[in-house]
């Protein structure tokens, strides 16, 4: 039975190793997520020019956070990534819990490859000392050499209460827009093709959106052409819930992503099913905003929507399709979110020299609640 005195009250990442994947096939490349003063960063940004590994390190994040569900059979977290025999990948997040009323400072290895992967950076006790933890626990996959999967992991009831009550949140839905109650781990990935283009597929309903459930992962791009998929069913369903939420979501897209313009968000087309945005005298849909507007709904809807009070939210391509005018809205949104949600953190990519350089000012002015870093990949690292 669950000890239900049992909750996580911190949870970021500190150090992902890779190795055998992507362009880091020569040697192990390490990504360290911690600040000027030693403690774990809720804002990193990560830089380099195309074809260095961004996405293939912002892919094994989200991979791993699929080995906190106990449910999912060992295989390979990403075939693509784990496609060479000798690949591995470990990710190291540092977690405060509370358990019976005491708390206890753990760092929770997720990793999988060959041999034993969880051993692909080595803690030593001076490490775990540096960044305040008292143990080290681990959840892995390991490929042996014939190819065949199976699962490690620490024998500690701290790791069986974290595991159980992941399964026991998976059965729970969204309550608030904003951080949901819910406190173990979840990570929103938003890869770089944040499209809404339109919906051509029959089943137009009131469905409750697939991603409504708990997850430790929830994976966003362009929504695909199935109803139930799309942001227009996840507002329709906003709506339908008959609460607060959908006055919400019109609060903060009018003021986030139509701000400064004619356009907003109005109500939903009860007869079509489908979201209405005003423009002036005329009316239309979501898929007709520009590629910037989208991008920016997308994000802002989503992020409110599924975030809980551990939430890590990644994004690829943090200013695509934005001028830059709206990289810096995003970009100031952003910090106003963590700073305001001290569970939520954010590691994103860019290419945008203006974010950059504003990247850089922030980093020397160390703006209360913020504890920023950030990592140009150097070419001599994948080499």
């Not at 507002?235 to 003021?255: C, F, G, P, T």
């Not at 690829?316 to 001028?323: G, N, R």
């Amino acid at each position: 039975m669950l000890d239900v005195s049992f909750y996580v009250r911190s949870c970021a990442p500190v150090a992902l190793t890779v190795f055998g994947m992507g362009p880091f096939q020569e040697k192990p490349f390490h990504l360290d997520f911690i600040d000027r003063n030693g403690a774990p960063s809720n804002f990193f940004l990560l830089i380099s020019p195309n074809g260095r590994g961004k996405t293939v390190l912002l892919e094994c994040m989200a991979s791993l956070m699929h080995l906190l569900d106990s449910s999912q059979r060992p295989a390979p977290p990403h075939e693509r990534l784990w496609s060479h025999s000798k690949a591995r990948a470990q990710w190291d997040l540092r977690l405060a819990v509370n358990m019976s009323g005491s708390v206890q400072e753990v760092l929770l290895t997720l990793a999988a490859g060959h041999g034993a992967p969880h051993e692909t950076r080595n803690w030593e006790r001076s490490d775990l000392e540096r960044i305040k933890v008292t143990k080290r626990l681990h959840i892995a996959w390991a490929r042996s050499p014939g190819g065949h999967w199976q699962q490690i992991k620490s024998a500690d009831p701290v790791l069986d209460e974290l595991l159980g009550l992941v399964q026991t949140e998976m059965k729970n839905t969204y309550g608030a827009f904003g951080p949901d109650s819910i406190t173990v781990p979840s990570l929103l990935f938003f890869d770089a093709y944040r499209d809404i283009p339109v919906c051509s597929g029959d089943g137009f309903a009131i469905h409750r959106p697939p991603q409504w459930f708990y997850r430790t992962l929830h994976r966003f791009g362009a929504h695909g052409e199935q109803w139930q998929h799309t942001l227009d069913n996840l507002l329709v369903w906003l709506s339908w819930l008959n609460d607060d939420r959908y006055q919400k979501a019109q609060e903060l897209i009018n003021a986030f992503v139509f701000s400064d313009t004619q356009k907003s968000l109005a109500s939903i087309d009860r007869e079509h099913l489908h979201a209405l945005i005003n423009n002036g005298e005329r009316q239309h849909r979501l898929d007709q905003l520009s590629s910037g507007e989208k991008s920016l709904l997308h994000l802002m809807l989503r992020i409110h929507v599924h975030m809980t009070e551990q939430t890590i939210l990644v994004i690829d391509e943090l200013d695509v399709h934005l001028h830059p005018k709206l990289q810096h809205r995003l970009y100031q949104a952003l910090k106003r979110l963590v700073t305001k949600h001290p569970g939520l953190i954010l590691i994103a990519t860019t290419h945008s020299i203006e974010l950059i350089d504003q990247f850089n000012i922030d980093l020397l002015a160390e703006e209360p609640g913020l504890r920023m870093s950030g990592h140009l990949i150097d070419k001599e690292e994948i080499q």
